[in-house]
């Protein structure tokens, strides 16, 4: 039987931040969206069109959306901004953020007001609030980056570390395989170069928490996921070199 979509579920991951999630069953997996409350509150990826009145509300069971400052858009991507419009249009007062391939191929053209394009390493001050921009791209889009929360010390990776099924808002669990193995199933090959670049960065902030675009909260020892999409990436570039050195030359 199949396990129709939930409305939007609010847990506050760390006092200010909250993760809002609903499964989304033709992905079996959720689609979260991250709420950083206080004077100027932010919020990391819209979700879908088709959603937006359901995280809209969500939203306002923690403050008032209309207050919002930040849009945070990871990729351009339906999970990511599909609901951008809707917010833009909402919260007078919002600015959208990206990285600058996003911005310069998709958003500047696809959002209702300007966008404001990040540069990599560049921290975006909102009260309280420091996110420090990684830039990734080809780890799934093209245009990617990932935040970092200097404050709290959380990264927000998107579509990397993501898990599948129905979960908690955060675990502590070792999920690593699993999340290796959606990754394969929904973007394909891991990218070597890319995705090891992403790693170093990542692994070098030492978060404490890693929060992705679907699944839980990540927690406690992440040292697995490093390894696992190490190994994941590495064993994709090995077997790529050896169907390359087998097959006839053209």
Known sequence: ?????????????????????????????????????GDEPVLISTGMRASFEDTWSAIASVLDPTNLRGIVVLHFESDECGALNDYLERAPKAVTLASMRATMASLADFAIRPVRGLGDGEVISAGSWGLRVL??????????????????????TGDL??????????????????????????????PEVPLQRALDRIEAAAPVMIAP????????????????????ASTSAA????????LPAR
């Open 1 to 37: 039987m199949k396990i129709p979509n939930q409305a939007a579920a609010v847990a506050e991951i760390v006092p200010g931040i909250y993760r809002i999630s609903a499964y989304h069953e033709p992905w079996r997996s959720s689609i979260n969206q991250y709420l950083l409350a």
């Open 135 to 156: 830039e990734t791209p080809y780890v799934h889009a093209w245009d990617g980056m990932m935040v970092v929360e200097e404050g709290t010390n959380i990264a927000f």
């Open 161 to 190: 570390f993501l898990q599948p099924g129905q979960s908690e808002a955060i675990t502590r669990d070792d999920r690593s395989a699993l999340s290796v193995q959606l990754y394969r199933t929904f973007y394909g090959t891991p």
């Open 213 to 232: 675009g679907h699944g839980s909260v990540l927690g406690g020892n992440l040292a697995p996921y490093y390894r696992a999409y190490r190994q994941a």
């Open 239 to 246: 077997l790529k070199s050896i169907t390359e050195s087998i």
